[in-house]
């Protein structure tokens, strides 16, 4: 099972870009077996992701994982979640995310389960 | 061969909660086929990562990777610690670090080979 | 088709390492279908892992992907930057990044397309 969402990011996730010129954002899911990622916000590019991760880490047949013996079946969406990474660290300058023409910001949940959470942080000068 | 080793976070590796509220702790391996991760410790899923990291990046035959030529047998390793990842960023709060329910940060050792560290730089207010 | 380069880190990039001594050096790339991503400079590895993720992330069939249907002939190319990752942060110590023995920084391109650039952020004390 995977889920994918856009973060919204809005001003005050940057804090003040007048008192603060030089920093970085710091987005991290906080589960593991979430993920925060950067990449196109192009639907047909989720569903690829969707496809690719499901080749690379199977959910089925859940009896190959040792983890799930623990009476979970997500063992994949831990793996899952190491493809596509933890956190993305995003510098800003004058108050704005640095991106690339089409970046966006990611939430992947992988397993479906449990309410979760992210965090962010923003360190700079 | 992958070892995986869990990291024993101290106080002092968080500097002091008091006077730096909201900073950042980076932890990475400096070593090109050792990786810093974050995930849930249970040595079940520990032992899938290994399944798994051999399937994505197989030791054997050594002779398929062109890196093996310079006498080293470890392409392999630093294609694991790829998938991996090298760092890993954490967020702290009030002296703690921001984890998830279940995350806790590991060492992973993908060829054996030589005497290696990991490095921890704490950067905040 | 994958690029890869190496980032020549000029002292101008550390910043004056007598004024800032505890810092973090962020590199990212600003394309979702570029990475930036720390390994060894040996040319055999980075022949070997273009040729891993061609066989993790193959370009071809193109139409394969979904995302392809948009006109762009990439897919592959967003995946193996998922892969190798987006951003490096990397610690600096008086003045020095902290490497271990054999690391360097490095550009990954994987589709050849469009001009694109790196950002470097330096944040610290």
Redesign the interface.
Known sequence: MVLVEQFACTSSDLGDGNERQ???H?K?????TASV????D????L???EV?LEQ??PHAPTTR??????GEDN?DA??K???????????I?AGKL??????QIFYGEFDGQRR??A?V?I???
Chains 1, 2, 3 share one sequence.
Do not use: C, S
């Open positions: 030089q920093y970085t710091d991290m899911a906080t589960h593991a990622f950067i990449n196109d192009e639907g047909g590019l569903h690829d992701y690719w690379l880490a994982y040792e983890h799930n013996k623990t063992a831990h793996l979640r190491q493809i596509m990474g933890r956190e993305v660290v995003v510098a300058t640095d991106f690339g023409p089409w970046e979760k959470r965090l942080k360190i700079g000068e």
